[in-house]
């Protein structure tokens, strides 16, 4: 879809979104089209209930005298409180609400309200980003799609005074809705489409931009003692990978910033098998391996000033003849053994080998995980709030205040020692599992907690947050790249020199 920025005005043709403030306050394009309509669109709102709250939509066809054929009227709430954020949803309203029209063109004039606040450059980019975002779609494997269910528009035009602005900012913005579609696609792909060896593939595929890629197979894994990684993919006829993607923007001898993906391509549960219902979800159980590797196609792709790694787990948890079973001890890369009583809780397994090799290898700042690890984190925060775990106050402090401003909000969970006596074992030196109902995100985290060896380190539980079950904002049914956003804006305002 193509995006363009242009002054304010009515189009010729198209369809044209107009904004409204709450109390149907509407902006000086507003006005003058009410005034011109004799007063239809005070009218239209009236009696359709309208009040202009933020993602509120109107659909109106355009009156006699207008050349476009649609007017929206797209609320955006209180004029004080309109943020990126609601730049976001604004564009992500007004684009839903035209999809579908059989028109080509649609304008989002972000008209000058009383009381805006913030850079109308930066506001009307969010307002393109939150456009491009919500028109997503995975129709890859979809051969039968009529045309009238196609979305018909294909360019975006945002009005504002600020034109030449917002392109420059448009500019790294469409960077990252790049690498949020990189995500999108690899965690949407069926598993006999995405596997080990494939989504190392498409890893490698990102060399384009300017990585440095490395894929580890089976003998390197056996000769750095990977034995909990490798236990989880044993199960399956595709062998584990473990990838490792670097971007080098910043000074030489500068140490990175390291995110570390779980990347279970499809989990049946192992031998602790999983209810048949649903199962097909667990395709996306590789959602935060998919997160890491859009965001390393961001920050390649912006050419971000920073050195920053990326490592990515990938195993298929299969329950074959030669799949691990309930009972056995590996041996990390670490040196410390693990009981595995449960192969369902496996994630945490391949992240345990992942975080120990990124902490030795690069010596990073910190480092960031990211896991669709526990179901327990659903019931906790549900689908609203990714989980926080950190050792670190100040990269907590930072995650949390990046997830505010992105949307992609966070909440902060305990550690605590006291949570760590239910994961040591009576045979090896942690078990992977706690008691049963018993803080099962908590557990989690303080299972990997074990393999960070004392670095700065976060990790996010996304389980909740990285499948939509329907459309919201900006993000469409389906695959929704949590983090992305919320990573990149990390690094863009803390570690970019």
């Not at 910190?366 to 327990?376: E, N, S």
């Not at 995650?399 to 969970?413: N, Q």
């Not at 907690?449 to 469409?476: C, E, S, Y």
Request: proline share 4%; aromatic share 6%.
């Amino acid at each position: 879809m193509k995006i363009a920025f242009a002054s304010p005005g009515t189009p010729k043709s198209g369809i044209l979104a107009v904004t409204v403030a709450a109390d149907r306050a509407l902006g000086a394009l507003g006005r003058d089209l009410d005034q011109k309509t004799g007063g239809l669109l005070t009218r239209a709102m009236e009696q359709g209930r309208f009040k202009g709250k933020a993602e509120e939509v109107l659909n109106l066809v355009a009156p006699t005298g207008l050349d476009i054929s649609r007017l929206l009227l797209v609320g955006i709430g209180a004029p004080g409180e309109f943020d990126g954020n609601g730049a976001n949803n604004a564009g992500a309203a007004a684009w839903a609400a035209a999809q579908n029209t059989g028109e080509a063109d649609l304008a989002v004039a972000l008209d000058a309200h009383d009381g805006l606040t913030g850079d109308a450059g930066e506001l009307a980019a969010e307002v393109a980003f939150g456009a491009v975002l919500r028109s997503y779609r995975f129709d890859k494997y979809r051969t039968t799609l009529s045309d009238d269910k196609k979305p018909s528009i294909k360019k975006v035009t945002v009005q504002t005074d600020a034109a030449k602005a917002a392109k420059k900012v448009w500019e790294k913005l469409e960077k990252v809705a790049d690498g949020i579609f990189v995500t999108r696609d690899v965690v949407s792909e069926p598993p006999n489409v995405i596997y080990p060896e494939t989504l190392a593939d498409r890893c490698v595929d990102l060399s384009k931009l300017g990585l440095e890629v490395e894929v580890l197979d089976e003998k390197k894994m056996k000769k750095l003692n990977m034995g909990a990684l490798l236990g989880v993919g044993q199960g399956s006829v595709r062998p584990p990978r473990l990838v490792i993607m670097k971007w080098n923007g910043g000074a030489k001898d500068e140490a990175p910033v390291a995110f570390v993906g779980k990347g279970i391509t499809f989990d049946t549960g192992g031998i602790s098998i999983k209810p048949a219902a649903n199962m097909d979800e667990m395709k996306w159980d590789m959602g935060g391996s998919g997160t890491v590797i859009g965001l390393m196609a961001v920050l390649a792709g912006r050419k971000a000033k920073v050195n920053a790694i990326g490592v990515v787990a990938l195993a298929e948890n299969m329950p074959d003849g030669n799949a691990q079973r309930p009972g056995d001890i590996v041996t990390t890369m670490s040196g410390q053994t693990i009981e595995v009583l449960n192969t369902d809780a496996e994630g945490r397994l391949v992240l345990a080998d992942a975080l120990w090799y990124t902490q030795d290898q690069f010596k990073p700042k910190f480092m960031v995980d990211l896991a669709t690890l526990t179901g327990a984190i659903i019931v906790s925060l549900g689908n609203e709030h990714a989980g926080l775990f950190s050792n670190d106050d100040d990269l907590a402090a930072k995650l949390t205040e990046a997830g505010l401003k992105t949307g992609e909000k966070l909440w902060r969970l305990p550690l605590s020692p006291a949570y760590d006596k239910d994961i040591d074992s009576d045979v090896a030196d942690v078990k992977n599992i706690g008691r049963p109902m018993n803080a099962g995100s908590i557990i989690g985290a303080q299972f990997l907690q074990r393999f960070v060896n004392k670095v700065p380190w976060a990790h996010l539980d996304i389980a909740g947050t990285a499948w939509a079950k329907a459309d919201k904002g900006m993000v469409p049914k389906g695959a929704t790249a949590f983090g992305v956003r919320l990573l990149d804006k990390l690094v863009a305002t803390h570690y970019e020199g």
